[in-house]
């Protein structure tokens, strides 16, 4: 068992995995940059060390200082979290070199996976279904307009090293696809330092769904279900929810399966997800893959019962899956999450500053994952995200209801928040009635008379 971790991130993520290191009876170590010196996941760890200045290239980016900070305090192992350095490869070697585990996939397989033009020729060489598209990065303009012809429009170019809705654009004609090429590969050299895109047969209204997966270092792989991440706004989750109500019972074996066997022949181990659209038809394409721990990780937990935060620990301590989780769980009852961001409700601009009120929603089914306080400073320089509110009911009827019940009761004061926004969602009969889409929002904004 290890001795002490290291947890590289902050905010509810880093009190997370405190709190399953606190019940292993593993000692914790917290880093904090010079703006979150008062942060609860500063004040649970068992130690504490400032690693600089507020802004994260200077603090939680910052990998000598991480490394520094785990020499230090003379640690076992780095948990990454989610962000920040959780899908840097070359963090992952730096803590290997240094003799300390990293608790991921390895850094070949996370570098692999990272560049999604290559995940996806991955993906398609494992018999996984892939949306139509470029076979690898496309290296100019001309060369997106014969590939676009190829494909049909509409298409959508995608940053190779994206993430979050960043480098990406979507063409519906020949005559804007030269100026969408190079605004997307601009911003995406500006986001990631890397301009390179791929291209992709874009579906009008997809259905967005993911699959949890567990690996160990044995070979080990098994899937624990999908979750429904169909509920985004500018193509970043608001709500998620397990399981999805597109996906049958024969579909998530065999979708399961397959997700296994590629798994395995790719030497992959720990937490991961695999990410999916699903057609108007009901056909499911792969899209890309995140190697580490997800925002929405906690409805899996609701639905399974299986702690992932324990287990991605167990798993890097060398035991075997079939030790950490004896049998693949059943799909107990519906969980939802809602993101709780400190965000105005309808302009969606930051809104950082001191909570002054904070009262949180209890009861049978109802969890709060959150690092925030009354009277705590919700900095502005970074993710937005304050809270997670996610209720698990026997159908997702019950899990709806729960959750209104929640949202009413949650009270966040001195800044604005997205709660107003969840419950105007939960009132609406299109999300309600489970039939909708990635579109969802905009139709939403739309009868709300929004932008």
Known sequence: MFRKVLIANRGEIALRVISACKEMGIRTVAVYSEADRNSLHVRFADEAICIGPARSAESYLN???????????????????????????????????????????????????????????????????????????????????????????????????GGGGRGMRICRNAAELPSMYQQASTEAANAFGNGDMYMEKFIERPRHIEFQVLADEHGNVMSLGEREC????????????????????????????????????????????IEFLMDEDGKIYFIEMNTRIQVEHCVTEMVTGVDLVKAQLRIAMGEKLSDIVPK????????????????????????????????????????????????????????????????????????????????????????????????????????????????????????????
Request: net charge neutral; charged share 25%.
């Open 63 to 161: 990998v000598p200082a991480v490394i520094s900070a785990a020499e230090i305090a003379d640690v076992d192992a780095i948990h990454p979290g989610y962000g920040l350095l959780s899908e840097n490869a070359n963090f992952a070697e730096v803590c290997r070199a240094s003799n300390i585990k990293f608790i991921g996939p390895p850094p070949e397989v996370t570098r692999m996976m990272g560049e999604k033009s290559t995940a996806r020729q991955t993906m398609k060489k494992a018999k996984v279904p892939i949306l139509p598209g470029s076979d690898g990065v496309i290296a100019n303009e001309d060369e997106a307009l014969e590939w676009a012809r190829s494909v049909g429009y509409p298409v959508i170019l995608k940053a190779v090293a």
């Open 230 to 273: 169909s509920i985004q706004r500018r193509h970043q989750k608001l709500i998620e929810e397990a399981p999805s109500l597109q996906i049958t019972p024969k579909l998530r074996a065999e979708l399961g399966k397959v997700i296994e066997r590629s798994l395995k022949d790719i030497g992959y181990w720990n937490a991961g997800t």
């Open 328 to 451: 693949v769980p059943e799909i107990r009852g519906h969980a939802i999450e809602c993101r709780i961001n400190a965000e105005h409700p309808e302009k969606f601009t930051p809104s950082a500053g001191k909570i002054t009120a904070f009262n949180l929603p209890g009861g049978n089914g109802v969890r709060v994952d959150t690092a925030q306080y009354a009277e705590g400073v919700v900095p502005p320089y970074y993710d937005s995200l304050i809270a997670k509110l996610i209720c698990h009911g026997k159908d997702r009827e019950e899990a709806m209801d729960k959750m209104q019940r929640a949202l009413s009761q949650f009270v966040v004061e001195g800044i604005h928040t997205t709660i107003p926004l969840h419950k105007k969602i939960f009132a609406d009969p299109e999300f309600r009635s489970g039939q909708f889409d990635t579109k969802f929002m905009e139709r939403f904004f739309e009868r709300q008379g929004q932008s």
